[in-house]
C-alpha cells in the first residue's frame, strides 16, 4: 500500500523505443540517502509494478535505473530474505545463535520494473546484472 503521505509524482514517461547501444551508459542509483528520487520510485513501483509499491520491513536496498540523458528506465527492490531457511543455514555454516548475532548476508529480488514506456532488447539482463555487480557492496553498507 502506497504511503497516505505520497501523492503522485511528476515525471516524464514519454515512450523510449531505442537499442540498448542508445540506452548507454546506464547508471543504477541507489536510493538510500536520497529523498526525492526515493518519493519517485516508490510512486513509479505504485503505479506501474503489477505487485504496486509495499514498504519493505527488513533490511532492504531500492534502485533506480537511468540512462545518460538521464531519463528513467528501472525500478528494482532487493529485501532480507527469509530469517531461517535448513538448506542455505546449512551451507553458510555457523551456530543459530552466531547466525543471529551478524548481519544477514543474504538477499532478494522482491521487485523488478522495467517502465512501461521503455522498449529496448536486452535491457532487463542489462540493468540487473549492472545493480547486481555494486549490490554485494551496498547491500554490506547497508
Known amino acids: 500500500m502506497l504511503p497516505k503521505q ?3 509524482v511528476t515525471h516524464a514517461h514519454e515512450p523510449i523505443p531505442c537499442s540498448l547501444a542508445q540506452l548507454t551508459p546506464r547508471q543504477g542509483i541507489e536510493l538510500s540517502q536520497r529523498p526525492d528520487p526515493l518519493r519517485l520510485y516508490e510512486w513509479l513501483l505504485h503505479e506501474d509494478h503489477y505487485l504496486s509499491y509495499a514498504s519493505a520491513g527488513g533490511r532492504n536496498l531500492k534502485y533506480l535505473g537511468r540512462d545518460r540523458p538521464d531519463r528513467l528506465l528501472s525500478g528494482l527492490l ?13 551451507f553458510i555454516g555457523g551456530s543459530p545463535a552466531t547466525r543471529q548475532a551478524r548481519p544477514q548476508p543474504v538477499t532478494n529480488p522482491t521487485r523488478f520494473l522495467l517502465l512501461p514506456w521503455v522498449q529496448g532488447p536486452h535491457l532487463a539482463s542489462q ?6 555487480r555494486r549490490l554485494p557492496g551496498d547491500w554490506q553498507r547497508k
Request: glycine share 14%.
Open 127 to 132: 540493468v540487473l546484472s549492472q545493480v547486481l
Open 6 to 8: 505520497l501523492g503522485a
Open 78 to 90: 532487493f529485501g532480507s530474505a527469509a530469517w531461517k531457511g535448513a538448506v542455505r543455514d546449512q
